[in-house]
């Protein structure tokens, strides 16, 4: 999954002005105790960030 993508899914299920907050903000423990900007930038794939994301905030399914 390319970065673009999951952004726009993190806009599109957390809204454009909280989904960076987000991730700047909310640790996950599935992420090894980092925030999403964390585990991207420590070289995790996009599109395992956004299964997390998903498992950890209920994503609905067909926004997965």
Not at 20 to 44: C, K, Q, Y
């Amino acid at each position: 999954m390319r970065l673009t993508i999951f952004w726009e899914r993190m806009a599109d299920h957390f809204g454009p002005g909280y989904a960076d907050t987000f991730a700047r903000d909310h640790v996950m423990a599935e992420l090894g105790g980092r925030t999403v900007h964390e585990a991207l930038n420590s070289g995790w794939e996009a599109k395992d960030v956004w299964r997390v994301v998903c498992a950890v905030m209920n994503v609905p399914g067909e926004k997965r």
